[in-house]
């Protein structure tokens, strides 16, 4: 079994939004690579799919374990996927760091983008769903991924690393939108507007 074969099938859960507990604690160490990890991986690829993400961690769909789902375009626009347990990302230091100021949102505060510098690469290892070392090297948007979804398993979200201002108006723009995304949200599909 691959990868590939967990990204398809899946049911889809119910992301959670910030604010509940789960999203802010740390996360536990993934310690049993089972039929029932791998279960979860599958219904995460499928619900960040359906909420059109490029990265989704388990705290976002309610688990407090170290693990996260990605399929995101890197530097070069070539897709990668994956999924990774217990992740440790690494980004430059010294004159070897540049930070690159980018459009960032969250789907558990699904509507509101901030500009938020990260580094432009970052390296992230863990294990894959079968307990299998695995080391990515992020460029571009997947760096700005493997970044986002680290800091979720750590009881981060990317508001914290904002501004008091850009917090604020991140909050203008979800709220301005929340009515649109239904409490089990993608379970129950975004809502069209009206000019839609």
């Not at 688990?63 to 890197?74: E, K």
């Not at 090297?137 to 501004?163: K, M, P, W, Y």
Request: overall charge negative; proline content about 5%; hydrophobic content about 35%.
């Amino acid at each position: 079994m691959a990868i590939e074969d967990l990204m398809v099938g899946g049911q889809l859960l119910r992301i959670t939004r910030w604010g509940e507990p789960v999203m802010h604690a740390e996360t536990k160490r993934v310690t049993e690579f089972d039929d029932d990890l791998r279960a979860l991986v599958a219904d995460m690829f499928a619900t960040m799919r359906a909420a059109h993400g490029v990265g989704l961690a388990a705290t976002q769909v309610g688990r407090d374990l170290s693990l996260f789902v990605y399929q995101c375009p890197d530097a070069d626009d070539k897709i990668r996927h994956g999924a990774i347990c217990n992740p440790v990302v690494t980004t430059p230091t010294g004159k070897d760091r540049r930070l690159e100021s980018s459009e960032e949102g969250c789907l558990s505060y699904p509507g509101g983008y901030q500009q938020l510098a990260r580094s432009e690469s970052a390296t992230c290892t863990g294990q894959d769903p079968w307990g299998d070392e695995v080391t990515v090297h992020g460029t571009g948007l997947l760096a700005r991924c493997l970044q986002h979804e680290t800091d979720h398993l750590n009881g981060i979200v990317f508001g914290d690393r904002l501004s008091t201002r850009s917090f604020r108006k991140l909050t203008e723009q979800m709220e301005g939108v929340a009515h649109l995304y239904p409490d089990d949200w993608p379970v129950t599909p975004k809502k069209k507007t009206a000019d839609a």
